[in-house]
């Protein structure tokens, strides 16, 4: 099931590769996008210069023939900095996709990547538009309201009054004219605190207030840059100023908008935290990978290769596998943490979303001869759940995964759905996912929804994967007000349940966490 994107969002995807131009054109288009695309970097520039509608979001490989992706971002910069551009970057680029988005790029999708990874990072471009058009759009009819500020003094005190962001108003003088309750509560005042005062007088950055006194006087115009400030209280503010000026061109004083930019700090450090987590996590493989396909490349130059050389080959390429799908995770992971990944609930037929799990991870369980069937109620009928359906679709699709690696060939996979009804907490969905594979042994089950950590042995070190998986699960099945639970044995097998209330208890969830 598809989570539509609200309203059309124009995309261009430039990528020498078809396959994955028409992969992301068949994602994009389901989630409602309209979408261009361009086999050269040269072709996608002409479309967007060309085109007499405006694309915010291009999907942009590093990799081309002729003019690189590199080349390529830094001319739609010129062209358009309010430009999205997301890269799209193999496992041989990594580091170069990092300085990409140093250089401006919004965000990356490692190959091979799965819908998963395009919808999220789709989506939260889309958000980001969103949220900066409402932002540009409030910022205007601020200033429009100002201009009116003698003649309907009430009407605009209303306005101000309400706006969740912080409101100061000078007069050419630099003494407080107008503030609002935002204003106050963000910097710890009384709230029946009185304008009249000089600005020093309700804050105590004396480069900021020198800054708005300037501003109010006429001496400088608009901030060239936005003034950040760090609050006690470990929050972040961002303060935008203005003169305000009268028909006949005098300055009357200076108005000051405050945002609170804490949330924007705390993925700052989360992004900081996965760059140095790929330096760290990846320099000593990717050197690995680097040396074990410069012999392979040298010695495949022969007619004949060794079996020893086949089986450098393999391992470069388990090792890749593994790195891109460890950034995919950290992404997915710092995004969930964050909230930016949520989408709005809605109602979600678990039944049905399991059913398509299911057959599209059928030809994955039958490659190791294993048996993988749904079980549903036949005589009661599932009501929907009220949550995100692309959270649910990751929450399933993680753990019928995971039980299709840790089962042995020939194992069984058994996915099944129950309605309970007498729960105090009100009517819940109960998912299982049950197979009779390898086990985790009772030593590693409180581990076992830590980030990285994963259970090694002699059936399970051979197994690719990040540690990452079932920390995602349990944070989405958290955000919705549902519990998980885990029983396994050594030997025998592994159920993991999943039970999710069928009302909305969202909001309800995040004000316990908080």
């Known amino acids: 099931m598809e989570n539509k994107i609200d309203g059309v969002k124009r995309v261009l995807v430039v990528d020498d590769e078809k396959d994955i131009r028409d992969g992301c054109e068949r994602i994009l288009r389901r989630m409602g996008c309209q979408v261009l695309t361009a086999s050269r970097g040269m072709d996608g520039l002409s479309i967007l210069a060309e085109t007499t509608e405006s694309i915010p979001i291009v999907l942009l490989d590093l990799k081309m023939p002729g003019m690189d992706g590199m080349e390529v971002l830094g001319r739609i910069r010129e062209m358009n900095p309010e430009i999205l551009v997301i890269i799209i970057t193999g496992f041989a680029t990594v580091e170069t996709a990092i300085e990409a988005m140093k250089q401006g790029a919004y965000d990356f ?6 819908p998963d990874h395009v919808r999220i990072v789709v989506r939260r471009a889309c958000e980001r538009l969103r949220l900066t058009h409402e932002a540009e759009q409030l910022e205007r009819e601020q200033q429009k309201t100002l201009l009116d500020l003698g003649a309907e003094k009430s009407r605009i005190r209303t306005v101000i009054e309400s706006l969740p962001s912080g409101v100061v108003v000078t007069n050419a003088q630099g003494q407080v004219v107008l503030l609002n309750p935002a204003f106050l509560r963000q910097f710890g005042l009384e709230p029946d605190r009185l304008p009249g005062d000089p600005i020093e007088t309700y804050l105590e950055d004396a480069g900021f207030c020198d800054l708005v006194t300037d501003i109010s006087e006429g001496k400088r115009g608009v901030f060239d840059t936005p003034y950040e400030m760090a609050l006690p209280d470990d929050r972040y503010l961002r303060a935008r100023g203005q003169p305000v000026m009268s028909e006949e061109g005098e300055c009357l004083g200076a108005v000051v908008i405050f945002g609170d930019i804490t949330d924007m700090k705390e993925l700052d450090r989360l992004k900081s935290e996965f760059v140095a987590k790929v330096s760290h996590e990846l320099r000593s493989p990717l050197a690995t990978i680097h040396e074990q396909l410069a012999l392979v490349l040298k010695e495949m130059v022969r007619e004949d290769t060794s079996e020893e050389e086949h089986h450098l080959l393999t391992r470069a390429q388990e090792k890749t596998r593994g790195l891109i799908t460890l950034i995919g995770d950290l992404l997915d992971l710092s995004r969930i943490e964050s909230g930016t990944v949520r989408n709005e609930p809605m109602p ?14 059928l030809t994955r369980a039958r490659a190791k001869t294993q048996s993988l069937t749904l079980k549903l109620p036949e005589n009661q009928e599932i009501p929907p759940v009220i949550a995100d359906p692309i959270s649910l679709e990751s929450i399933f699709g993680n753990l019928i995964t995971n039980a299709i690696n840790y089962t042995q060939e020939g194992g069984e996979i058994a996915v099944s759905l129950d309605l ?10 109960c998912a299982q996912v049950r197979d009779n594979g390898f086990g985790i042994d009772p030593r590693y089950q409180e581990k076992i929804f830590d980030r990285f950590f994963r259970v090694k ?12 998986g079932l920390p995602i699960v349990k944070g989405l099945v958290d955000s919705m007000g549902g519990t998980i639970e885990l029983d396994s044995a050594v030997g025998k097998g592994t159920t993991f349940t999943v039970i999710l209330p069928v009302e909305d208890n969202t909001e309800k969830n995040e004000k316990i966490h908080h």
Do not use: C, H, Q, W
């Open 109 to 114: 999708i490692p190959k091979p990547f799965e």
């Open 348 to 361: 979600v037929r678990v039944d049905e979303l399991l059913g398509s799990i299911v057959d599209f991870l």
């Open 420 to 429: 309970v009804e007498d729960s105090p907490a009100g009517p819940e969905v």
């Open 457 to 468: 042995n002699d059936k399970t070190r051979f197994i690719t994967g990040t540690g990452l």
